[in-house]
């Protein structure tokens, strides 16, 4: 069975703060891993995913597979980036992601 | 860009009714879901779809049934509401495992 654990609901941080939102899964294989914001009144949207490696609104996340976590980094945290955070896994060959229950984000000025 | 619209932002509704929620996405993309989003609980998936007239039960279907009759249409079907049913319902698609979601839909059942 695979599971995603987002250990923190919510996170507390200043702006300027460096930020890490925790994503520790559980899957036998190689699973596919993304990072999925919420904005307030908006719809959720892929933030990124692991096998893009790349860096989007200043956030990156590495997969760590010895410690089976992907967590979402940035240096310095905004107050554009108080939202909702969901980390999800899928497993090879399927397209059915299993979704953390989140970590709220907020940025105080 | 890939656009995934829900038939209604909010929606009341009165124990009992038949409730129909419905999602459309213009991407031609073959895999379609419905979620329901709860504090606390994140996103849980109710069934999703694979192709036209295939639907898969997800982790908690009981209370729903889905239809879909054309690709990017994708329906939610509550038999009978229930207030357990309150909660926020999105839909989503995709063509890989990236998933595309639409705005939600806020149902209150009373």
């Known amino acids: 069975a695979q599971r995603v654990t987002q250990p923190e609901k919510l996170l507390s941080v200043f702006k300027g703060a460096p930020v890490e939102l925790k994503c520790n899964y559980s899957?036998?294989?190689?699973?596919?891993l993304f990072w999925y914001v919420q904005y307030s009144r908006q719809r959720l949207q892929l933030l990124l995913r692991h096998i893009s490696r790349e860096s989007i609104k200043g956030f990156t996340a590495d997969l760590n597979k010895g410690e089976t976590s992907f967590h979402l980094k940035k240096p310095f945290a905004q107050e554009e980036d108080s939202a909702m955070y969901y980390c999800?896994?899928?497993?090879?060959?399927?397209?059915?992601?299993?979704f953390g229950r989140g970590t709220s984000l907020i940025v105080h000025p | 860009d890939v656009k995934v619209t829900q038939s209604s932002r909010y929606l009341v509704k009165r124990t009992g009714e038949k409730v129909f929620l419905e999602c459309v996405q213009d991407m031609d993309h073959e895999n379609m879901f419905w979620y329901r989003q709860d504090p606390g609980l994140g996103l849980r998936l109710i069934y999703f779809?694979?192709?036209?007239?295939?639907?898969e039960k997800g982790d908690i279907p009981e209370g729903y049934s889905v239809s879909r009759e054309k690709k990017e249409r994708f329906s939610l079907i509550l038999e009978s509401a229930s207030t357990n049913q309150t909660s926020m319902y999105l839909c989503?698609?995709?063509?890989?495992?990236?998933?595309?979601f639409g705005p939600g839909t806020r149902l209150t059942v009373t």
């Open positions: 899957y036998s294989g190689s699973p596919e």
């Open positions: 779809s694979y192709d036209v007239k295939m639907k």
């Open positions: 989503a698609s995709s063509l890989d495992r990236g998933q595309y």
């Open positions: 999800a896994l899928s497993g090879r060959g399927s397209y059915i992601p299993t």
